[in-house]
């Protein structure tokens, strides 16, 4: 199992099928925060959903263009950060990420970010690094202009929300442009 570790409170840890009941529970006392700008929380009703999604991952061909780390801050849980889309040919993919309700306003997320795009750019030899955030979302939009992430413009209605279209603001950062120390 791949660990990364971030610096003394924090390290990430690769997604496990074991994590799923501490990742279900936090995902369920932190349903109604979760809830407002991420869509897979509503279909996350039970730990065997956690599972799911834990196996889809880890086990299944569709491994190969998704990676998911978990957070752990202070040996607690604290979250997920996910590279998808994996484009090894085109040297690119995009970064997602939540944080428990609990974990908020600790840094534990930009610094979280920061390890893992060193990583990406360097063990992983990747390029270029998306992240979309919904527009109206000024915490998760934080991280990105924290790091030096450009803004691209907005993709219009590029995600489902409660029965809804909602716009993305698109952030990128090619490994030219990284300035993380």
């Not at 009941?21 to 730990?47: A, M």
């Not at 491994?63 to 040919?89: C, M, S």
């Amino acid at each position: 199992m791949q660990q990364i570790p971030v610096d003394h409170e924090i390290v990430l840890k690769e997604l496990s099928l074991s994590s799923a009941g501490v990742i279900f529970q936090s995902i369920d006392n932190s349903r109604q925060y979760l809830s407002k700008w991420l869509p897979f929380v509503e279909i996350t009703k039970s730990q065997a959903d956690t599972e799911k999604f834990i196996q889809s991952v880890n086990y299944s061909e569709y491994n190969k263009k998704e990676k998911v780390f978990e957070i752990w801050y202070l040996e607690k849980f604290a979250g997920l950060l996910g590279l998808k889309d994996i484009n090894e040919n085109y040297r690119k993919l995009e970064l997602g990420y939540w944080l428990d309700e609990k974990m908020q306003s600790r840094g534990i997320m930009t610094r979280s970010c920061k390890q893992l795009i060193k990583h990406i750019f360097g063990s992983m030899q990747m390029n270029r690094i998306t992240v979309k955030v919904a527009v109206g979302n000024p915490k998760s939009a934080a991280i990105p202009k924290k790091l030096g992430f450009h803004f691209e413009g907005v993709e219009r209605e590029g995600e489902a929300l409660h029965g809804k279209f909602v716009d993305l603001e698109i952030y990128s950062l090619l490994k030219k442009d990284m300035i993380i120390k």
